[in-house]
């Protein structure tokens, strides 16, 4: 939820970073997921607004099987 256009930057695994600018409101963005740590940061103007790193990683493959996604919290400072 942005009051201000920003920039948001996703680091999935072994990816590359990817930068999208995103303008203010409620969007929803698509990134190619890769097998690890997954992170992100929200800038505007060359500053770090917001960031976060998951405290799961993705995996190549799992032993059990739970259809519930996970969700993760990143609270403000």
């Known amino acids: 939820?942005?009051?201000?256009?920003?920039?948001?930057?996703?680091?999935?695994?072994?990816?590359?970073?990817?930068?999208?600018?995103v303008e203010a409101g409620i969007h929803t963005t698509n990134f190619t997921m890769g097998v690890g740590q997954q992170s992100f940061s929200v800038s505007r103007n060359g500053a770090v607004i917001l960031s976060g790193t998951s405290e799961k990683e993705i995996a190549s493959s799992c032993e059990k099987y739970n259809y519930n996604p996970y969700v993760g919290v990143l609270s403000s400072a």
């Open 1 to 21: 939820m942005l009051t201000e256009p920003a920039e948001l930057t996703v680091t999935s695994g072994s990816n590359a970073p990817v930068t999208v600018t």
